[in-house]
């Protein structure tokens, strides 16, 4: 599941992808309708990756707990929706996330999070896969290669200095 570009911008109804920057903010497009809006700098914005749910040991990340729905449902749409009643609603959540914080995590924000998981399951944006980095195995080797050109530059200003 990719959700980098995947913004939840208040005051708006739905999620947006990030389409591109602009000097005065940016243009994203609705997820819901495909309608592109522009948004100032000023609107409060939240990438879907950055967001987090409190557990009692934790914050558990936002894309955590939609790849654990989409396991549990076979990639499919949630059986309960946003006009169920709060606890049908935090009975659900408590399968997919039992330590979640129930004081600190509200009806509200269950209702949100299962309102953005079928909209992004309907668009085709959910995975049951385990996030994967692409080229993990080339990202390794220039971090390796990055550590051994430091170590051979320290080394040489150290020898230069003495």
Known sequence: MNVEKILAISGKPGLFTLKLQTRTGFVAESLIDGK??????RSNVSLLSEISIYTYSEEKPLVEIMRAIAIKENEGPTPVTTKDDPAKLAEYFTQILPEYDKERVYASDIKKLINWYNLLQSKGLVSKEEPKVENAETIKEQVVEQVKEEKTTKKAT?????
């Open 36 to 41: 592109k809006i522009t948004v100032g700098l």
């Open 158 to 162: 150290k020898k230069k200095d003495e």
